[in-house]
C-alpha cells in the first residue's frame, strides 16, 4: 500500500519522541538506564480507588509506579431491543481498552489500534469466566479502560545513535520481549482495576480476578552460547518486571495471568517467549507460579480497595457496618 | 526468434490452461481453480440462498451478486486492495453482468447466487480467468446455465507491418508483458455459439484492427471451452464412479 | 462471546457428556490426541517468495502469501531508528467463502475474542497480532527471525505475511492458519546478496533462485512456529478441537510452539487462552484453569505436537525439492 501522503499542511513534529541525542562517543562510558532496586520478588507499590466516577455504575482508579489508568463499567443494562439482537441468555460483556494519545512516548491516534483490541480481548477473557453472567439476560455489560500514562521508555531503546562518519557500531537491540513485558504490566494492571470496578458496580461474580505478571531472565552470556538458556539453574524470576531488564541479563519469557485466588483457578494466560521442555513442564510451572505470586500480591491490595469502598458507603449511610469477617470476598448485593 | 513471443509461443498459442473443481470441501456450493499460465484464480459460489440483504430481493428471478478480492501478494508488488478500490468494483460488474444473463435466474426467485473470486496470482488476463473459473464453480453448484461462458484475451501489435510487409497477427492470450506494452482485449463468448456475452477493452487500437483481435479471440475461446469441457466431464465422471461404488 | 454454534443446549449438553467420559467418546471418533487430515501444498505463488495453502474440511481453506521487499533503515538527521518489531507485518483477510461478509465479526477461534470488539470488522486484528507475537517471541531464545532480515548496513527486508482465510465458520481453527503461515515461512526464500554487506548503496542480488537463500535454513533449528489449539472438558484433554468441541469445552488454551532439535523436541514460545463456549457444563463448574489441568494440557500439546510440526516440515521440504 501506497505511504499515506505526508501532510503539507502543518509542522508536523517527528513521529518518534523528541529526547535530545546522546552521542555514544561523547559520553564518559555507554548510557545505562535506570536500574531498579526493588528485589525480583516484589511487586511495585499499587495505588488503587473505586468509586471516583459518579456517572457509571462503577469506577476504579488504579496507579503502578508510571502506569495510571482508570475503568469505568457501565451497566448491567438492557440490551437495545432491535430486531438484530439476538436473545442473550446471559449479559454480553464488552471490554475495551484504550491508551490515552498522550499515555506512551509516542502520541496513539484515537482509533485503537490492534495492540489495544488485543488487549481488550485478553482482559474479556479474563474477566467473563468470572462474572455470574446467567443473573444477567438480556443486558450488557462494559467495561471501558483508559489508559492515561504508562511506562514507555520511549523509542530511545531501539534507537541506536550512529555517529557521522563510524559506521560499525556494536548495536545491541533491547526490543526482545520489551513490548511483552510493557503490555503485560499493562494487561495485569487492567486486570486487578476492572475487578475493583466490577465489584464497585455491585456485578456478582465466582471471584475477583487480580492480574498478575512476571518474566524470566538470564545471563547475558549464557544466551550467546550453544546452550541458549536451556540450563533452568541460573533463571531470575523477575515480579511485575519494569521494562529495562536487570543488568547483565536478557529476559527469556514473560507470563501474564489473571488470577481467581479463592477458587485457585486461571482465567486468562498468556506466555510470550521461550520457555524450555526439557523436564516437561517444569519450566512454565516456574514461571506461571511466579506470576501467580504477583497476582496473590495484587489481589490483597483489591480486597483492602473494596473493603475500603464499603466501609466509605456503610459511614456514609450511617447504617452499622458488616460484620468483619475472615472472608476475602466481598460480598454485594446486586 | 522468428514468429515466436517473449515466452516462446506462437501467435495463436494458449498459455497452459489447468482447472479443478469442487476445490474446497464445505465451504461453498461451488468451487473452482484455474491457472492460466501465471495468473491463478479460486472461485467459490454459493447459493441459490437467501439474500443476504432486503434490498437484493427479486420477485421474479435470482439476484447474481460478486465478490472480488485480490491478494495482497498476487501482484509483482504488495498492493492491497480495498472493497471500493476501482479495479475490484470494475471486474466485479463485468462478471456480474456477464452471469446475469447466462445464469437462469428465473428458476430461483427471491433468492442470491454469490460468486466470490480470489486472485491469487496475476499475470495478464485476469478477467478472463475470472470469467472461466466463474463458469466453473458455477457448474459445480449446480446452477443451471445457458452454456458454458468462456473468456480470452487477444492483443495486437502496435505495429502497421511486420518483418515482411505484411500485416502482423494478433496475439492470443497475452501475459503481463504483453498486456502492458501492447493493446488487448477480453472477450466472452457462449459455448459454441460464438455469442459474444462480454467484451472489453481499455486500450487505443486502430479500427481495422479490431475485427482481427475479436476474431482470434473468439477463437481461442472456443480452445478453452474444450479444455473446460473436457475437465468438466471428467470430474464429473470420477464423483459418478465414486458413487457407484 | 462465546463461538456461535448451530447446537442447542441440550446437544451441548450431550456432547459436554460424551467428552468427559472416561475414555471420551469424540463426535468423529477421534482419539483424544488425534489430529484431523489437512491437504496441504506450498510454493505454488510464482510472484511470492513463499506461499503455502492449506485445507481443513470443517475449517475451511487459508492461503497464506509472503513477500520481502528491500527497505532501507529509517535515518533521520542525528541517528538511525532501527524498529526491528515493524519489520515483519502481518495481515489476515477474512473472506467468508462466499458465506458470510469479510470480517463479519470474526474471530480466530477465540484468539481475538469478538466479545472484546465493540465495533466490526475487528476479528482479525487480533490473529494478525498473535501470529507476530510467535514469530518474534522465538528470539527470546537469543536467535531472532529478525536477524535474518539485515542485508547490509542500512538495509533491511521487509516482510509482508498476507493471509487470506476462506471460512464458513466465524470462529476457525488457529491450528488452520498457523499451519499455513508455517509452511509458507518454511518455503520462503530470499535472493543471494551480490553487493558487499558493508556498502551503504542499494544492494544487488542475483537473479538465480538456485542459489538463493532460505529464511529458515532447513537444518538448523528453531524452525517456523506452529500453534495448536487444546481443549479441557472435566478431566480430558483435546488436542485440534472442532467447533462443536469448543463450544461445550471449559477451557481452552493455544500453545505456540517451535521444534528445537531434529528428534521432535518442541520449545514453548507462547501460550494464550482460548475462548471457549462452556456449553453443556453445569452453574459453577470450573471457570477457569487451575495449574494441574493447566500442566495436562500443555503436556498433551509438547507431546503430540513434535510429530506433527515435524510431519508439516518434511512435506514442505518435500514439495519444495521436487520442483
Same mark, same amino acid.
Given at each position: 500500500?501506497?505511504?499515506?501522503?505526508?501532510?503539507?499542511?502543518?509542522?508536523?513534529?517527528?513521529?518518534?519522541?523528541?529526547?535530545?541525542?546522546?552521542?555514544?562517543?561523547?559520553?564518559? &562510558?555507554?548510557?545505562?538506564?535506570?536500574?531498579?532496586?526493588?528485589?525480583?520478588?516484589?511487586?511495585?507499590?499499587?495505588?488503587?480507588?473505586? &468509586?471516583?466516577?459518579?456517572?457509571?455504575?462503577?469506577?476504579?482508579?488504579?496507579?503502578?509506579?508510571?502506569?495510571?489508568?482508570?475503568?469505568?463499567?457501565?451497566?448491567?443494562?438492557?440490551?437495545?431491543?432491535?430486531?438484530?439482537?439476538p436473545f442473550a441468555a446471559q449479559a454480553i460483556l464488552t471490554t475495551e481498552v484504550k491508551f490515552a494519545p498522550f499515555a506512551s512516548t509516542v502520541r496513539r491516534g484515537y482509533i485503537r489500534d490492534s495492540s489495544e483490541r488485543d488487549l481488550g480481548s485478553r482482559l474479556y477473557q479474563a474477566l467473563v469466566g468470572a462474572i455470574r453472567r446467567e443473573l444477567?439476560?438480556?443486558?450488557?455489560?462494559?467495561?471501558?479502560?483508559?489508559?492515561?500514562?504508562?511506562?514507555?521508555?520511549?523509542?530511545?531503546?531501539?534507537?541506536?545513535?550512529?555517529?557521522?562518519?563510524?559506521?560499525?557500531?556494536?548495536?545491541?537491540?533491547?526490543?526482545? &520481549?520489551?513490548?511483552?513485558?510493557?503490555?503485560?504490566?499493562?494487561?495485569?494492571?487492567?486486570?486487578?482495576?476492572?475487578?475493583?470496578?466490577?465489584?464497585?458496580?455491585?456485578?456478582?461474580?465466582?471471584?475477583?480476578?487480580?492480574?498478575?505478571?512476571?518474566?524470566?531472565?538470564?545471563?547475558?552470556?549464557?544466551?550467546?552460547?550453544?546452550?541458549?538458556?536451556?540450563?533452568?539453574?541460573?533463571?531470575?524470576?523477575?515480579?511485575?518486571?519494569?521494562?529495562?531488564?536487570?543488568?547483565?541479563?536478557?529476559?527469556?519469557?514473560?507470563?501474564?495471568?489473571?488470577?481467581?485466588?479463592?477458587?485457585?483457578?486461571?482465567?486468562?494466560?498468556?506466555?510470550?517467549?521461550?520457555? &524450555?521442555?526439557?523436564?516437561?513442564?517444569?519450566?512454565?510451572?516456574?514461571?506461571?507460579? #511466579?506470576?501467580?505470586?504477583?497476582?496473590?500480591?495484587?489481589?490483597?491490595?483489591?480486597?483492602?480497595?473494596?473493603?475500603?469502598?464499603?466501609?466509605?458507603?456503610?459511614?456514609?449511610?450511617?447504617?452499622?457496618?458488616?460484620? #468483619?469477617?475472615?472472608?476475602?470476598?466481598? #460480598?454485594?448485593?446486586? | 526468434?522468428?514468429?515466436?513471443?517473449?515466452?516462446?509461443?506462437?501467435?495463436?498459442?494458449?498459455?497452459? +490452461?489447468?482447472?479443478?473443481?469442487?476445490?474446497?470441501?464445505?465451504?461453498?456450493?461451488?468451487?473452482?481453480?484455474?491457472?492460466?499460465?501465471?495468473?491463478?484464480?479460486?472461485?467459490?459460489?454459493?447459493?441459490?440462498?437467501?439474500? *443476504?440483504?432486503?434490498?437484493?430481493?427479486?420477485?421474479? *428471478?435470482?439476484?447474481?451478486?460478486?465478490?472480488?478480492?485480490?491478494?495482497?501478494?498476487?501482484?509483482?508488488?504488495?498492493?492491497?486492495?480495498?472493497?471500493?478500490?476501482?479495479?475490484?468494483?470494475?471486474?466485479?460488474?463485468?462478471?456480474?453482468?456477464?452471469?446475469?444473463?447466462?445464469?437462469? =435466474?428465473?428458476?430461483?426467485?427471491?433468492?442470491?447466487?454469490?460468486?466470490?473470486?480470489?486472485?491469487?496470482?496475476?499475470?495478464?488476463?485476469?478477467?478472463?480467468?475470472?470469467?472461466?473459473?466463474? =463458469?466453473?464453480?458455477?457448474?459445480?453448484?449446480?446452477?443451471?446455465?445457458?452454456?458454458?461462458?468462456?473468456?480470452?484475451?487477444?492483443?495486437?501489435?502496435?505495429? +502497421?507491418?511486420?518483418?515482411?510487409?505484411? *500485416?502482423?497477427?494478433?496475439?492470443?492470450?497475452?501475459?503481463?508483458?504483453?498486456?502492458?506494452?501492447?493493446?488487448?482485449?477480453?472477450?466472452?463468448?457462449?459455448?459454441? *455459439?460464438?455469442?459474444?456475452?462480454?467484451?472489453?477493452?481499455?486500450?487505443?487500437?486502430?479500427?481495422?484492427?479490431?475485427?482481427?483481435?475479436?476474431?482470434?479471440?473468439?477463437?481461442?475461446?472456443?480452445?478453452?471451452?474444450?479444455?473446460?469441457?473436457?475437465?468438466?466431464?471428467?470430474?464429473?465422471?470420477?464423483?459418478?464412479?465414486?458413487?457407484?461404488? | 462471546?462465546?463461538?456461535?454454534?448451530?447446537?442447542?443446549? !441440550?446437544?451441548?449438553?450431550?456432547?459436554?457428556?460424551?467428552?468427559?467420559?472416561?475414555?471420551?467418546?469424540?463426535?468423529?471418533?477421534?482419539?483424544?490426541?488425534?489430529?484431523?487430515?489437512?491437504? %496441504?501444498?506450498?510454493?505454488?505463488?510464482?510472484?511470492?517468495?513463499?506461499?503455502?495453502?492449506?485445507?481443513?474440511?470443517?475449517?475451511?481453506?487459508?492461503?497464506?502469501?509472503?513477500? %520481502?521487499?528491500?527497505?532501507?533503515?529509517?535515518?533521520?538527521?542525528?541517528?538511525?531508528?532501527?524498529?526491528?518489531?515493524?519489520?515483519?507485518?502481518?495481515?489476515?483477510?477474512?473472506?467468508?467463502?462466499?458465506?458470510?461478509?469479510?470480517?463479519?465479526?470474526?474471530?480466530?477461534?477465540?484468539?481475538?475474542?469478538?466479545?472484546?470488539?465493540?465495533?466490526?470488522?475487528?476479528?482479525?486484528?487480533? %490473529?494478525?497480532?498473535?501470529?507476530?507475537?510467535?514469530?518474534?517471541?522465538?528470539?527470546?531464545?537469543?536467535?531472532?527471525?529478525?536477524?535474518?532480515?539485515?542485508?547490509?548496513?542500512?538495509?533491511?527486508?521487509?516482510?509482508?505475511?498476507?493471509?487470506?482465510? $476462506?471460512?464458513?465458520?466465524?470462529? !476457525?481453527?488457529?491450528?488452520?492458519?498457523?499451519?499455513?503461515?508455517?509452511?509458507?515461512?518454511?518455503?520462503?526464500?530470499?535472493?543471494?546478496?551480490?553487493?558487499?554487506?558493508?556498502?551503504?548503496?542499494?544492494?544487488?542480488?542475483?537473479?538465480?533462485?538456485?542459489?538463493?537463500?532460505?529464511?529458515?535454513?532447513?537444518?538448523?533449528?528453531?524452525?517456523? !512456529?506452529?500453534?495448536?489449539?487444546?481443549?479441557?472438558?472435566?478431566?480430558?484433554?483435546?488436542?485440534?478441537?472442532?467447533?462443536?468441541?469448543?463450544?461445550?469445552?471449559?477451557?481452552?488454551?493455544?500453545?505456540?510452539?517451535?521444534?528445537?532439535?531434529?528428534?521432535?523436541?518442541?520449545?514453548?514460545?507462547?501460550?494464550?487462552?482460548?475462548?471457549?463456549?462452556?456449553?453443556?457444563?453445569?452453574?459453577?463448574?470450573?471457570?477457569?484453569?487451575?495449574?494441574?489441568? $493447566?500442566?495436562?494440557?500443555?503436556?498433551?500439546?509438547?507431546?503430540?505436537?513434535?510429530?506433527?510440526?515435524?510431519?508439516?516440515?518434511?512435506?514442505?521440504?518435500?514439495?519444495?525439492?521436487? %520442483?
Amino acid at each position: 500500500m501506497a505511504a499515506k501522503a505526508p501532510d503539507r499542511r502543518r509542522n508536523n513534529p517527528p513521529s518518534h519522541g523528541t529526547t535530545p541525542p546522546v552521542f555514544l562517543s561523547s559520553s564518559s &562510558g555507554p548510557v545505562k538506564p535506570k536500574q531498579s532496586s526493588r528485589p525480583p520478588d516484589e511487586i511495585r507499590k499499587i495505588f488503587l480507588r473505586t &468509586g471516583l466516577i459518579s456517572s457509571v455504575t462503577g469506577s476504579s482508579f488504579l496507579e503502578i509506579a508510571p502506569l495510571k489508568l482508570s475503568v469505568s463499567v457501565l451497566g448491567p443494562r438492557p440490551l437495545p431491543r432491535t430486531s438484530s439482537t439476538p436473545f442473550a441468555a446471559q449479559a454480553i460483556l464488552t471490554t475495551e481498552v484504550k491508551f490515552a494519545p498522550f499515555a506512551s512516548t509516542v502520541r496513539r491516534g484515537y482509533i485503537r489500534d490492534s495492540s489495544e483490541r488485543d488487549l481488550g480481548s485478553r482482559l474479556y477473557q479474563a474477566l467473563v469466566g468470572a462474572i455470574r453472567r446467567e443473573l444477567y439476560p438480556k443486558s450488557r455489560i462494559e467495561v471501558v479502560v483508559t489508559i492515561l500514562d504508562s511506562e514507555d521508555e520511549g523509542d530511545d531503546v531501539n534507537t541506536v545513535y550512529i555517529e557521522e562518519g563510524k559506521t560499525t557500531v556494536e548495536t545491541k537491540f533491547w526490543d526482545a &520481549g520489551r513490548s511483552e513485558r510493557a503490555l503485560g504490566v499493562v494487561l495485569a494492571g487492567c486486570i486487578t482495576a476492572a475487578s475493583a470496578a466490577l465489584a464497585d458496580a455491585g456485578i456478582e461474580m465466582f471471584d475477583m480476578v487480580s492480574g498478575g505478571v512476571a518474566t524470566s531472565f538470564v545471563d547475558e552470556v549464557s544466551l550467546k552460547g550453544k546452550d541458549r538458556g536451556d540450563a533452568v539453574s541460573n533463571k531470575l524470576y523477575v515480579r511485575d518486571p519494569a521494562i529495562v531488564p536487570p543488568e547483565g541479563k536478557a529476559p527469556l519469557a514473560t507470563c501474564v495471568l489473571g488470577y481467581m485466588a479463592a477458587r485457585d483457578e486461571i482465567s486468562e494466560l498468556w506466555i510470550s517467549g521461550k520457555v &524450555g521442555t526439557k523436564n516437561g513442564t517444569a519450566e512454565m510451572d516456574e514461571l506461571v507460579d #511466579e506470576a501467580i505470586a504477583a497476582a496473590r500480591s495484587a489481589r490483597g491490595v483489591l480486597n483492602e480497595a473494596s473493603k475500603e469502598r464499603v466501609k466509605f458507603i456503610v459511614d456514609k449511610s450511617g447504617t452499622a457496618p458488616p460484620t #468483619e469477617g475472615g472472608t476475602t470476598d466481598v #460480598e454485594m448485593s446486586g | 526468434m522468428e514468429g515466436l513471443r517473449n515466452d516462446g509461443r506462437r501467435w495463436n498459442e494458449l498459455r497452459r +490452461i489447468h482447472c479443478q473443481l469442487s476445490t474446497s470441501s464445505t465451504n461453498a456450493d461451488g468451487s473452482s481453480y484455474i491457472e492460466q499460465g501465471f495468473t491463478k484464480v479460486l472461485c467459490n459460489v454459493t447459493g441459490p440462498a437467501e439474500p *443476504s440483504s432486503r434490498q437484493k430481493v427479486k420477485q421474479d *428471478s435470482a439476484t447474481v451478486s460478486c465478490e472480488v478480492y485480490f491478494a495482497a501478494f498476487s501482484g509483482t508488488d504488495r498492493i492491497k486492495r480495498g472493497r471500493n478500490d476501482k479495479k475490484v468494483q470494475e471486474l466485479q460488474t463485468a462478471i456480474q453482468k456477464t452471469f446475469s444473463s447466462i445464469i437462469l =435466474t428465473h428458476l430461483f426467485s427471491r433468492s442470491e447466487i454469490t460468486i466470490s473470486v480470489h486472485i491469487l496470482s496475476q499475470d495478464g488476463g485476469t478477467l478472463a480467468a475470472c470469467i472461466n473459473a466463474a =463458469t466453473l464453480a458455477l457448474i459445480d453448484a449446480g446452477i443451471p446455465l445457458k452454456d458454458y461462458v468462456c473468456a480470452c484475451t487477444a492483443g495486437q501489435s502496435t505495429s +502497421i507491418f511486420d518483418n515482411e510487409g505484411a *500485416s502482423p497477427d494478433p496475439w492470443l492470450d497475452v501475459n503481463y508483458l504483453e498486456e502492458s506494452d501492447i493493446p488487448s482485449l477480453t472477450v466472452a463468448t457462449v459455448g459454441d *455459439s460464438e455469442k459474444i456475452v462480454a467484451l472489453n477493452m481499455e486500450n487505443k487500437v486502430r479500427i481495422e484492427k479490431l475485427e482481427a483481435m475479436i476474431a482470434v479471440g473468439i477463437s481461442g475461446c472456443a480452445k478453452v471451452r474444450a479444455i473446460m469441457d473436457k475437465e468438466v466431464r471428467r470430474h464429473g465422471k470420477q464423483k459418478l464412479e465414486a458413487q457407484g461404488e | 462471546m462465546p463461538p456461535p454454534t448451530p447446537l442447542s443446549p !441440550p446437544e451441548l449438553s450431550y456432547l459436554y457428556a460424551s467428552l468427559s467420559l472416561s475414555p471420551p467418546i469424540r463426535l468423529d471418533l477421534r482419539t483424544p490426541t488425534q489430529f484431523r487430515p489437512l491437504v %496441504a501444498e506450498c510454493s505454488f505463488l510464482p510472484h511470492c517468495n513463499g506461499s503455502a495453502r492449506v485445507c481443513m474440511a470443517e475449517a475451511g481453506e487459508c492461503i497464506v502469501g509472503i513477500k %520481502a521487499e528491500l527497505e532501507k533503515d529509517a535515518t533521520t538527521k542525528y541517528a538511525t531508528v532501527i524498529e526491528r518489531e515493524k519489520w515483519i507485518e502481518v495481515s489476515v483477510e477474512v473472506a467468508g467463502g462466499g458465506v458470510s461478509g469479510p470480517g463479519s465479526g470474526v474471530g480466530i477461534g477465540g484468539i481475538s475474542g469478538a466479545g472484546g470488539a465493540t465495533g466490526r470488522d475487528e476479528g482479525d486484528g487480533g %490473529a494478525a497480532v498473535w501470529l507476530k507475537e510467535g514469530l518474534l517471541a522465538g528470539g527470546a531464545g537469543g536467535w531472532s527471525i529478525l536477524d535474518r532480515l539485515v542485508i547490509s548496513s542500512g538495509w533491511h527486508w521487509k516482510i509482508y505475511i498476507d493471509v487470506l482465510l $476462506l471460512t464458513p465458520t466465524s470462529h !476457525p481453527s488457529p491450528l488452520l492458519i498457523s499451519a499455513a503461515v508455517n509452511m509458507a515461512l518454511d518455503s520462503t526464500y530470499l535472493p543471494k546478496l551480490t553487493s558487499p554487506h558493508d556498502v551503504d548503496d542499494i544492494p544487488t542480488f542475483s537473479d538465480d533462485w538456485a542459489i538463493s537463500a532460505p529464511l529458515y535454513e532447513p537444518t538448523t533449528f528453531p524452525r517456523p !512456529p506452529m500453534s495448536l489449539p487444546v481443549v479441557a472438558v472435566g478431566d480430558n484433554v483435546f488436542l485440534d478441537p472442532s467447533v462443536a468441541e469448543v463450544a461445550a469445552a471449559e477451557a481452552g488454551l493455544v500453545v505456540t510452539l517451535s521444534l528445537s532439535d531434529s528428534q521432535g523436541n518442541c520449545d514453548i514460545v507462547g501460550i494464550r487462552s482460548m475462548e471457549v463456549g462452556r456449553g453443556g457444563g453445569k452453574e459453577g463448574d470450573r471457570k477457569g484453569i487451575n495449574r494441574t489441568l $493447566l500442566r495436562q494440557m500443555v503436556n498433551a500439546c509438547v507431546k503430540e505436537a513434535g510429530e506433527v510440526i515435524k510431519g508439516l516440515g518434511e512435506t514442505t521440504h518435500k514439495q519444495m525439492f521436487r %520442483a
